[in-house]
């Protein structure tokens, strides 16, 4: 089952490829299940549409041979893979199950419309965040409902040099597999931590970082007149904005310059906007 990677395909795969091979000269084996009741697809089945047992078990799912690679090239804790016949990865990391099945069972099991053929569970990291947060760039994100969104944002953070996202008032789970894929593989590069909305001012005070809030109040000012300096910027809600009580924290309001005739962004564009602006200061 075991085979080399095509180094004429992937430079990252012949590093890695070697990189394993000397730091593990025994491969790990592969396992076959060929039944949907087998209690490891039984799992990922639940892993997939239950947040509360992602919690229980510290687990988590994703999708694709692409997010995989990610997951290897960034050491990411890789717990079980699961794979098709032809879409066995090149790269095997120890301490890692493998496990091939029919693509009927992977159909049965694969939260995607059309399977990749190789799914794989990662643990997840601890969700709370250190008592001081010593980067310079951060977002909150309050109560975003759609893990496309708090994806796309986690991605655009990771690309403009964030320092980590904290996650307040029951925004989508960061850990859904629908969140996950929509990072491209931030998942496994940029922190990101969840808050109770009472534990949001005394960790910000701890970490003397100024709160800013993209909505409009009597102390807004244009985003291209923010001072210099370390900073926290909420993003809303997609349909209600800031919730009041984050409202109230934020030392100052940002607006984002756009043309008369159009009212508001979609959340995952002003943070953009917004994490560009922080991005170039």
Known sequence: MDKKPDFQKSALAAFL????????????????ITSRSNPLIARVRR????????????????????????????????????F????????LCPNVRYVQVPEGVME??????TPQGLLFLCRTPEPAPP????????????????????????????????????????????????????TMGAAFRLPVWEVEAEELAPLLEASGLPLYGTALRADTVDIRQLEPGRAAVVIGNE??????????LCSQTLKIPMEA?????NAAAAAAVVLWELYRR
């Open 261 to 265: 005739k159009c009212e508001s962004l």
């Open 131 to 182: 008592k001081a947060l010593d980067g310079n760039r951060y977002l909150v994100l309050d109560g975003l409902q759609d893990p496309g969104n708090v994806g796309t944002i986690w991605r655009t953070a990771d690309a403009f040099g964030a320092d980590g996202l904290l996650l307040t008032h029951h925004c989508a789970d960061p850990w859904h597999w629908k969140t996950v894929r929509a």
């Open 239 to 248: 349909g209600q904005g800031i919730s009041p009580e984050l409202l109230a």
């Open 108 to 113: 049965a099991v694969s939260p995607a419309k």
């Open 47 to 82: 892993l997939e549409r239950d947040k509360a047992f992602r919690r229980e078990t510290g687990l988590y799912l994703c999708d694709g041979k692409k997010l995989y690679a990610e997951a290897v090239h960034w050491n990411a804790p890789v717990d079980t893979v699961l």
């Open 84 to 91: 098709t016949p032809g879409q066995q990865p090149e790269i």
């Open 17 to 32: 490829y070697i990189r394993i091979q000397e730091e593990c000269p025994l491969r790990p084996t592969v396992d076959s």
